[in-house]
């Protein structure tokens, strides 16, 4: 999971939730996310995977709008008083909106899920250091005492066997196809934390970051 830092709202979505703070006699308007006209849906999303440099929000996986959906952090079910509108509480999430078959782990898994206290989520800033990645693409709770992050592992489904095949694919690929010297796993490390020509990150850049970092032990 890598940390997102929330940018500005699209102005579509400003635009329109403007337009429904209030009606001609000024009274407020009631409105939710099942309202949002499809034109600032995509802008949303668009705007969303820009954010997220291209990768699930949840999971790490590369995504476009084909696929993706919008993911509520807070779950609509939950939200009262618009809250199933304001951007901060919007997230761009593997798979499409469309998707035939409901994923296994993720936004699919995680479902009506929500802990304030418990939930490891990507707008927490310790989210990248309170997961811990293996070579192997397994993952555990950085501490065996967080139960924070044994929870949101279970309930996301992050330890799924696709998720944990495709981690340690890109993981093998990125620092162990070639041997890499200390100043290559230096750079590559680094490289993990930025986004290329296109604002993209690298698919599961946060799992390969933890594992270049444990392979550069060795040159120590």
Known sequence: ??????????????????????????????????????????????????????????????????????????????????????????????????????????????????????????????CETRLRYKANGKIAPASPADTGADETIRHLCLDHPELQRMRAQAIHAAVFEERLTKAQAQRLMAAMDSRDGNGRFRQFCFAIKQVCEKYLKQFD
């Not at 990768?55 to 995504?63: E, L, P, W």
């Not at 009262?80 to 798979?95: F, I, Q, R, S």
């Open 1 to 126: 999971m890598k940390y997102i830092a929330k940018r500005r709202q699209p102005h579509e979505l400003i635009a329109w939730t403007r337009a429904r703070s209030a009606d001609a006699e000024d009274q407020p308007i009631n409105w939710n996310y099942d309202d949002m006209p499809s034109y600032v849906r995509q802008a949303v999303k668009a705007s969303l995977i820009r954010e997220q440099g291209g990768i699930c929000c949840y999971t790490g996986r590369a995504i476009t709008a084909e696929t993706s959906h919008i993911e509520h952090l807070k779950p609509q079910a939950l939200c009262v008083e618009h809250e199933d509108t304001d951007y901060a509480n919007l997230l761009a999430a593997y798979p499409s909106a469309g998707a035939r078959k409901k994923c296994e782990y993720g936004a699919h898994a995680k479902e009506n899920w929500y802990d304030q206290h418990l939930f490891v989520h990507p707008l927490r800033r310790d």
